[in-house]
């Protein structure tokens, strides 16, 4: 099908146009990007007043596929991901079995390609079955199509294992995505240690936990030369030592997700597990810290870390129910609200750290909007008010806390490959 979107705000920071125009597309490409180009024989979409986007790119989820099924699967954590803007997603190796060989991967890749809305790219283990003691096979999984490597969910607390993972994964060019929390310093924890930790009498995890690990992380991945990425920043002081070693001309990267710069430990006020998170939601000061890092480009990468849990499971005592949360859908609209409408990114900024950031550091060819590229991209209304509901959510599971949450700016219409998969806010069946 051949598509001219008409007339929209075109924000494309790495391509060679941006400003209010058209867009062709035709054939699963983009054929031009520009003002007035000529409609004919294509179908016209009115844009006026909407921004042009290229497709999100998720670098951090959850798609529970194979293994939980009934809390997520490539198809419904794909359908989830179009309906937030992602055109592309990077699922994590902690499924059942692990994503640990590329028989794994292999499996990954053909549900994908079968039943996935949007492009899935697989992340494979770092160590075998994650339990951070023997490398996996990462030669083989990256010549299955593994774009990283992570045992995320679980800290590599070896650091003689991290070190030989990270001389491995620079044969294949390929980055480790670092979970970081140092298990003996959580301990028992199970949220920030803090002011709130103690008015509600919940064992806390220090920021020490996560601190001590990146400090520790920092000094291999200078020692090795290898690209380091950490996962799900939450801490100011993780924040700062990620500026000190890209000022010192490290291979590092960091990302935040929208609800670590969005919600602080006080949401846990009434022991709702829906908020219970790894690592935890923290203070005001970290909080601030997060948002002043994505400003500066300390961080350069959000993402969901979409984490779908049963209620069965999440309604359990705060102790002992699952951490993580759902994210897909809200990550665009929760990061417009808070940061861009709050004064702390640009629209540009913004899609750089959703788009062109996460295609860069994956090495995924998307990531802008460019004559001859492939047609990921979206429609977004920013001014467009909603409030989460749980019987709108298209993930499997509903563990989300935004629900109940008005937020600003909604995906309208969505082309993956240049074949349209949402419009008007609806799924193309
Ligand atoms: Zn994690
Ligand atoms: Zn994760």
């Known amino acids: 099908m051949k598509y001219c979107i008409k007339g929209g705000e075109i924000v494309n920071p790495a391509g060679e146009y941006s400003g209010v125009g058209d867009l062709l597309l035709d054939a699963g490409q983009v054929v031009a990007v520009g003002q007035e180009l000529p409609v ?13 986007l290229p497709g999100l790119i998720d670098m ?12 997520e699967t490539i198809a419904s954590g794909t359908r989830a991901a179009v309906k937030g803007g992602f055109t592309a997603v990077a699922c994590m190796a902690n499924t059942n079995p692990v994503a640990d060989g590329a028989v794994v991967i292999e499996y990954v890749l053909s549900k994908a390609r079968q039943n996935g809305w949007a492009k899935v790219y697989p992340i494979g283990a770092i160590t075998k079955g994650l339990k951070g003691e023997e490398l996996a096979e990462m030669g083989e999984m990256a010549e299955a199509g593994a774009v990283a490597f992570s045992d995320d969910g679980k800290t590599l607390t070896n650091p003689a294992v991290l070190r030989s993972a990270l001389e491995y994964a620079a ?39 996560e601190d001590v690990m990146i400090a520790r992380d920092l000094l291999i991945a200078e020692y090795t030369g290898g690209k380091v990425h950490f996962c799900h920043l939450s801490t100011a002081k993780g924040v700062g030592m990620l500026a000190e070693a890209k000022r010192r ?22 022991y709702d597990t829906a908020f219970r998170v790894s690592p935890p939601l923290r203070s005001e000061e970290h909080r601030e810290a997060l948002r002043r890092g994505l400003q500066d480009g300390t961080i350069q990468v959000i993402a969901t870390d979409h984490a779908p849990h049963s209620l069965e499971e999440k309604h359990r005592e705060f102790a002992l129910a699952p951490t993580g949360m759902i994210g897909l859908e809200t990550a665009f609209s929760v990061a417009w609200t808070e940061l861009v409408l709050g004064g702390w990114l640009t629209k540009e900024q913004l899609v ?17 909007l460019q004559p001859g590229d492939l047609a990921d991209l979206i429609i977004v209304d920013p001014e467009w008010e909603w409030v989460v509901k749980p019987e709108e959510i298209a993930s499997k599971s509903k563990n989300s806390p935004f629900i109940g949450r008005k937020l600003k700016a909604r995906v309208e219409t969505v082309w993956v490959n240049g074949i349209l998969k949402y419009d008007g806010q609806k799924f193309v069946e």
Request: with cysteine; net charge negative.
């Open 40 to 52: 004919e024989d294509a179908v016209i979409i009115q844009a006026e007043g909407k921004m042009v």
């Open 60 to 71: 951090h989820c959850h798609l529970r596929e194979p293994g939980r099924e009934d809390e």
């Open 171 to 209: 044969l294949f060019d390929r980055p480790l995505l670092l979970h970081e929390e140092e298990p003996k310093l959580a301990d028992a924890g199970v949220m920030h240690e803090g002011y709130w930790s103690t008015v509600l009498g919940l064992p806390g995890i220090p920021a020490l936990a």
């Open 249 to 270: 001309g490290l291979n590092v990267s960091g990302e935040a997700t929208p609800h670590h710069f969005t919600l602080t430990d006080q949401a846990l006020e009434n």
């Open 352 to 368: 750089e750290k959703l788009s062109v950031n996460p295609a860069r550091l994956l090495n995924l060819p998307a990531g802008r």
